[in-house]
């Protein structure tokens, strides 16, 4: 039962550290506080115990005081807040450029599948040194995708993406929990992260039973869906062409304008109507109920692809089926 | 609710300041009448934070959804809507009108405007009724027989998600059903000061229950007062 | 109650009438306030038996005690019981109906026959929960998560939605009556900056009753409509955004913590300023920080919300409102030790629960600081952290009071007083299970642990047996008042009409009072706590 | 007491622009405002509203204070409820 008892959890991200120096100065101001306001009424309490001939002295009270009792700590409250913010702020916005994991929750297991196609199941391997961004959604209920060692917590939600990150520092295995409550087996929904040497890491990328990335997996899908009839790669079709149109703005139809982010490619796929594209009738039909978060996960991987710089001349065409669609 | 108490401390006919409709633990029957005026408002402001509830969410999923919200919208008789606003709008002038029956000690009158409030009142709710059979017609009503077919068919220009639609008529329900509940819930108090005016019991030393009868009827007005432009008049111009 | 607890000499609301008859048709507030008092003390002991058996399961990491089903229904009727049925119901509808006409110098609340439905609604929410629990339970937290709830659990979600609401408008029925009493009922002369705190406290409680709880009635309301119905109003499979689900529901429910603490703190300030025979220090600041927590707590509540997807900046806003809140909590801390200075301090029982409050709620009140902190929040939610944050202020904070508030009125409750000794060991008992039960979770959960776990890693076993071994002393520390308290309505001393030469109406009217509170009605010539009028008591008024 | 008692044509005027303004939003509806449409139905339901709490309701002649306090109070909570609720939704995207 004392095997490997600790108090304090393992520090494994560049998070973690910002988290526990904020920690470890609230629990300093906190015993400070606590200890002041114990010794005082101990100290109150024996002095003026009742005793014969120790009368009351009655006291109104004093505004200079008061106001110094509020004042100090409000101040104090905004340096706090303002230092969690930060953390905060860092911790929601990812890194440009960081690996991306798609990972989807259910009842009660983590499906995870990195962006090369390596596919986990409450495992997820990374290596140290590297941003990691996880996009996640949920097939079910609400579930919090939980690593108390990297200091990181996001809700994963049925019906749209949420999305966390971490840039891991220290190799070795560590819990990775549901921390919303999602029903019976929810204390069951626990799985392991593990950080490997950057090597390591390789090796076990090129181990695995990857069956081409999940972009070009996407590329599949959007054939076989029968996206690409209409989203071709020239000016013609009846839908936009979708090169270069992750992470640009979009302007859209009613006159709003919109980052084209997962999010929004989720959305225009299960619900195209939503959010048409300026110039184009929402014609696409309703994928709601058709592809699985899976597939989902995959058709975003291939259009953020399109996005991508080309990592050489002659890279990109394999994965544009525009070839095809030349009328 | 509120109003349970000093009617039932008004069961006999008052013939001056210290009548028998003062409650034991009151001082004066000024004091009690202000209570349960206070009472009154008080328990308004939970209705008001009641039906916020229902507004805020509506608010949101018009926010986001407002083609289907604008459809929905479409699709419910405006006339029937607006004919029901004056109807409530009607009832809230007897309201006020058998206050003033009461403050002068016309019982005669009061009588006749508690009648013509409750005639009103059952008219509201029949048209509602109506209202509310037609939806029923069209598989308009969620969790029963809902379909967004029709809709989708007759409005090519708005994009509608069927679900969406469905919410708006999930709310659209929820709301006129809560309000039609505070409705019955108004009849059966003016049934009650009806009877008690019958009895004569109301005078212009004591009316209390009247004016805070009335306060509830006029703030289920006010509610459909927002009501009636919330989900009948959310889009209504030409296409 | 007991007959014998009754003074024959004089007739007192206990003895003017008998039969159950003459208590289950009451108007009389003393009386509801002790249907209140038993009803809640049965759902405290089943509420509390949950607590036993999630400890126990808790005792080793796997899950060997219930089955998983079993354990999330404990924890979630735990928590219902617990929330609806005990702690916001506690102080308001038990000593808040005795007291607040007696503190006033009232002859009753000003709506006697609400006040007695408000207690028949209480009982029909809960013969409604009680037959939720016998028949299968519920398992979705007491917090109802959407889509859980409404789409994924197939437990008796819409009975103990409903068990709720109708406790809920109970709840909201007696907020209401306290507001019309406190505004129209005071005695001549009893301004509002003579009123004791214990009133100020009671008021702001209201605002918080009327004003929150019927947000949570319409949310039950679309949540038993969505599950029955199958509408999707919060179900995103349908279109529906389960957040809204959660903002409507802690628009209520973190104002709700405040309904339970607030009128602990009003019972404290009675005490510590009786107790150290003194004004109250900074009398306006305490009744206006009261107030400020009651409208600044209906502005925090998504800090609930954090790491549940929404938007960045609403996350900010709502953590610095956070810190606000803080301050008039902050406030009462400093002006009840402040109090203290130049007293004359008794150690009596009540007086023991107050410290014990101080120190537990200053605990729990520097952990929310932790909380509030944005990038604290993001690793310690949902853990055992927060547990034990809100077990701090409502357990070591609102139930300390309540205890507090039980044993210094009594003597007037009963017209006996109860074994000091018994109280002052009882107090002790509490305060170090508490401890013992609860700090162990806030080390859990800054090392992980989430809450609401059937099983756990087997590296957080020492702490957990360690919280679960306090638990136990804690059921001792709370089972001795009750066996002291049935013993006293018998064995206790007579109590005099003030036994602690305290200041305040209700001292001023015999133990037990008359049906009607006062044979005249008073008029107060005298500030709030006017204890340099106020001679102390001869000896320290203790039975040894 | 100190009841105001307040003339029947005073209340019959009352009602009668009730009816106008409901005839009027009603007709407004059809019209191409824009956005704002909604604020024409909003700004209409708000005095009618109004005047039926300060008539109807005789709170322009109430000389209690706290009838004025609890609306305020009511009001004040529901803006809080509606704006810091949509306060997150509509800063959602942006993030």
């Known amino acids: 039962m004392f095997e490997n008892f600790s108090m304090w959890p393992a520090r494994a991200s560049t998070t973690a550290g910002n988290v526990d120096a904020l920690f470890i100065f609230l629990v300093a101001l906190a015993s400070f506080m606590s200890l002041a306001i114990f010794i005082m009424i101990t100290v109150f309490a024996v002095r003026y115990r009742r005793r014969p001939g120790l009368e009351a002295e009655q006291i109104e009270g004093s505004h200079a005081l008061e106001i110094t009792w509020s004042v100090v700590p409000m101040f104090i409250f905004l340096f706090i807040f303002g230092w969690g913010a930060f953390i905060y702020f860092q911790e929601r916005t990812p890194p440009q450029g960081a690996a991306t994991v798609y990972v989807v929750a259910k009842q009660w297991m983590w499906k995870l599948q990195h962006e090369e196609g390596q596919r986990e199941i409450n495992e997820l391997h990374v290596p140290v040194g590297r941003d990691v961004k996880m996009i996640m959604t949920s097939q079910d209920v609400i579930h919090s995708f939980y690593v108390p060692a990297f200091r990181i917590k996001q809700d994963v939600l049925p019906g749209r993406y949420t999305t966390a990150w971490f840039h891991a520092t220290r190799p070795g295995t560590y819990h990775l929990f549901c921390a919303e409550y999602c029903g019976t087996q929810h204390s069951g929904m626990i799985g392991q992260v593990v950080v490997m040497e950057p090597a390591q890491y390789q090796a076990w990328l090129s181990g695995g039973g990857a069956t081409g990335s999940m972009a070009q997996n996407g590329a599949a899908i959007f054939q076989q869906l029968g996206c690409s009839t209409c989203h071709r790669f020239d000016t013609q079709g009846r839908g936009p062409n979708l090169t270069g149109v992750f992470g640009s703005k979009v302007q859209l139809e009613d006159g709003r304008t919109v980052v084209a982010d997962e999010e929004y490619v989720r959305e225009s796929i299960l619900s195209p109507a939503s959010k048409v594209v300026s110039g184009f009738k929402p014609i696409m039909p309703v994928f709601q109920g058709i592809v699985s978060e899976d597939q989902l996960n995959a058709l975003v991987a291939y259009v953020k692809s399109l996005s991508k710089p080309p990592a050489g001349a002659a890279a990109t065409p394999g994965m544009k089926p525009q070839a095809e669609m030349q009328p | 609710m509120s109003d349970s108490d000093s009617m039932a401390g008004g069961s006999l006919v008052a013939e001056h300041e210290h009548g028998p409709e003062l409650r034991h633990h009151f001082a004066t029957v000024e004091q009690q009448r202000e209570a349960s005026t206070l009472g009154m408002w008080l328990f308004l402001a939970t209705e008001i934070m009641f039906f916020g509830g229902l507004f805020c969410t509506y608010l949101i999923y018009r926010y986001w959804y407002y083609d289907e919200f604008a459809a929905g919208s479409r699709s419910i008789n405006i006339w029937m809507g607006a004919i029901n606003t004056g109807v409530l709008i009607c009832s809230s002038l007897t309201v006020a009108l058998s206050v003033r029956a009461a403050q002068t000690g016309k019982r005669k009158t009061l009588i006749v405007l508690l009648i013509l409030t409750l005639l009103f009142g059952v008219a509201f709710l029949g048209i509602k009724g109506v209202e509310w059979y037609q939806k029923f017609e069209e598989h308009h009503v969620p969790g029963l027989n809902f379909s967004a077919a029709d809709l989708i068919r007759d409005y090519p220009q708005l994009h509608i998600d069927p679900h969406h639609v469905q919410l708006y008529f999930s709310l659209y329900f929820a709301m006129t059903g809560l309000h039609a509940l505070h409705m019955v819930i108004g009849i059966g108090v003016f049934l009650f000061l009806l009877y008690e005016s019958w009895k004569g019991r109301y005078t212009p030393a004591y009316h209390t229950p009247i004016e805070i009868g009335g306060l509830y009827w006029h703030f289920v007005d006010i509610v459909w007062i927002y009501l009636f432009p919330l989900l009948y008049l959310i889009d209504r111009k030409p296409l | 109650m007991s007959s014998a607890a009754l003074n024959p000499e004089r007739p007192n609301y206990l003895n003017q009438e008998y039969g159950i008859r003459s208590w289950l048709l009451t108007v009389d507030h003393k009386r509801i306030a002790l249907l209140y008092l038993l009803s809640i003390t049965f759902f405290f002991f089943i509420g509390g038996f949950f607590a036993l058996l999630i400890r126990l399961e808790l005792l080793t990491p796997a899950g060997d005690l219930v089955q998983a089903d079993t354990y999330n229904k404990l924890f979630t009727m735990h928590g219902m019981v617990m929330i609806f049925f005990f702690l916001i119901p506690s102080i308001p509808a038990v000593l808040g109906n005795f007291l607040v006409p007696l503190m006033i110098g009232a002859k009753d609340l000003a709506f006697p026959k609400i006040n007695l439905l408000s207690w028949y609604l209480y009982i029909i929410g809960g013969v409604m929960m009680l037959h939720c629990i016998l028949t299968g339970g519920v398992d979705t937290g007491w917090t109802f998560y959407t889509p859980f709830s409404t789409a994924f659990s197939n437990t008796r979600v819409i009975e103990a939605g409903l068990a709720i609401f109708i406790a809920g408008f109970s709840s909201i029925l007696t907020g209401f009556n306290f507001v019309v009493t406190i505004h129209r009922m005071r005695a001549p002369g009893m301004t509002w900056t003579r009123l004791p705190l214990f009133i100020w406290a009671h008021y702001a409680t209201s605002i918080i009753q009327l004003l929150g709880t019927p947000v949570l009635a319409a949310t039950l309301v679309l949540v038993v409509l969505e599950r029955g119905l199958h509408l999707g109003i919060f179900d995103p499979a349908l279109g529906g955004d389960p957040l809204l689900f959660q903002h409507l529901f802690w628009f209520y429910s973190h104002p709700a913590v405040y309904i339970m603490i607030l009128p602990s703190m009003g019972v404290v300030t009675e005490v510590i300023a009786c107790f150290s025979r003194k004004r109250i220090f900074g009398y306006n600041f305490i009744a206006m920080s009261s107030i400020a927590i009651a409208v600044l707590g209906f502005l925090v509540w998504a800090h609930h919300m954090f790491v549940a997807g929404i938007s960045l900046y609403s996350a900010l806003v709502f953590s610095m409102l956070s810190y606000l809140v803080a301050v008039p909590s902050a406030i009462k801390v400093f002006n009840w030790t402040a109090t203290m200075y130049k007293g004359s301090i008794t150690f009596s029982t009540p007086m023991l629960y107050s410290f014990g409050f101080i120190g537990l709620f200053t605990m729990g009140g520097l952990t929310g600081l932790f909380l509030a902190a944005l990038g604290i929040d993001v690793h310690v939610t949902d853990t055992y952290f927060v547990v034990a944050h809100f077990h701090y202020i409502m357990v070591g904070g609102a139930v300390m009071g309540y205890m507090a508030g039980i044993h210094f009125w009594w003597p007037k409750i009963s017209g006996r007083m109860y074994p000091e000794a018994w109280g002052r060991l009882a107090a002790l008992i509490v305060f170090l299970g508490f401890n013992l039960t609860f700090f162990p979770q806030f080390v859990l959960g800054y090392m992980g642990m989430p809450r609401r776990y059937w099983q756990y890693p087997p590296e957080f076993q020492v702490l957990n047996v360690l919280s679960t071994a306090g638990s136990t002393i804690l059921a001792v520390g709370y089972l001795l008042p009750m066996i002291y308290f049935l013993w006293s309505m018998r064995y206790g001393k007579i109590a005099d009409a003030n036994p602690w030469h305290a200041a305040g109406l209700e001292w001023m009217t015999p133990s037990p009072p008359p049906t009607f509170n006062f044979d005249e009605t008073p008029v107060v010539t005298w500030e709030a706590y006017d204890y340099a009028n106020i001679p102390a008591p001869e000896e320290v008024p203790v039975e040894r | ?95």
């Open chain 4, 1 to 95: 007491m100190s009841e105001h008692v307040i003339s029947s044509k005073l209340y019959v005027g009352i009602w009668a622009t009730l009816m106008v303004l409901t005839a009027a939003t009603a007709g407004v509806a059809f019209l191409d405002l824009g956005p704002f449409n909604t604020v024409v139905a909003l700004v209409i339901a708000t005095c009618k509203a109004l005047l039926v709490v300060l008539f109807f309701m005789h709170v322009k002649y109430t000389s209690e204070r706290m009838t004025k306090v609890v609306i305020a109070a009511a009001i004040f909570f529901l803006l809080l409820l509606l704006g810091l609720s949509l306060a997150d939704y509509t800063t959602r995207l942006v993030a």
